[in-house]
Nanobody, 123 residues
Framework: VQLQASGGGLVQAGGSLRLSCAAS????????MGWFRQAPGKERAFVAA????????AYADSVKGRFTISRDNAKNTVDLLMNSLKPEDTAVYYC?????????????????WGQGTQVTVSS
């Protein structure tokens, strides 16, 4: 099983980034996919999730209206488009997979995790 996150980097406040997570080694279409982030000294926190069917999404209040999660079950990828970035969005971003999950905000519910990609937003 592998979840490979990419697309992180350094961006100015107000800018945009698109993160992508490529999955392999499991049946992608059976898994709800989530994005989480962890800032220095803080716990890993929920950002967004998209159901295995792709029809239902959930977002943390702090990113609602700025971030968009999407998935392509044919390519086994899940993306996170981040607009209007703020310095407080700075963190390592992780993608995760939850078997037939309901879009949980809890890290405990997710079965597989990627290695993370750093996002730094300068003011």
């Amino acid at each position: 099983v592998q979840l490979q996150a990419s697309g992180g980097g350094l961006v100015q406040a107000g800018g945009s980034l698109r993160l992508s997570c490529a999955a392999s080694g499991f049946t992608f279409g059976w898994y709800t996919m989530g994005w989480f982030r962890q800032a220095p000294g803080k716990e890993r926190a929920f950002v967004a999730a998209i159901r295995w069917s792709g029809g239902i999404t959930a977002y943390a209040d702090s990113v609602k209206g700025r971030f968009t999660i999407s998935r392509d079950n044919a390519k086994n990828t899940v993306d996170l488009l981040m607009n209007s970035l703020k310095p407080e969005d700075t963190a390592v971003y992780y993608c995760a997979a939850d078997y037939y999950g309901l879009g949980s905000r809890s890290t405990d519910e997710y079965d597989y995790w990627g290695q993370g990609t750093q996002v730094t937003v300068s003011s």
